[in-house]
């Protein structure tokens, strides 16, 4: 709630200058009276990439042609928190 009311009276004050840092300060004050919530984002949920096969043979084209990629290299994607 502090951060609307700070970013009402930073942009007023200040301009949309005074509107960001007021909405900073509002931010503090929030976490300070609240406590910060842990928020999570959206998980990977396919992990597997385009497959290659060896011996594939790769495309060699002169000019602009409009062609699929292929996969040289690739590991497994790990998923890490921050």
């Known amino acids: 709630m502090a951060t609307i009311v700070f970013n009402a009276v930073g942009s007023y004050l ?13 931010r503090q004050v929030d976490t300070a009276l609240f406590g910060s919530s842990s928020r999570q984002g959206p998980r990977l949920a396919e992990l597997a990439v385009s497959t290659s096969s060896y011996g ?11 062609v699929a990629g292929s996969i040289l290299w690739a590991t497994d994607l790990v998923e890490h928190s921050e």
């Open 14 to 26: 200040g301009g949309p200058i005074g509107g960001a840092i007021g909405s900073l300060i509002g």
């Open 56 to 66: 594939q043979i790769l495309p060699r084209h002169f000019g602009r042609m409009r």
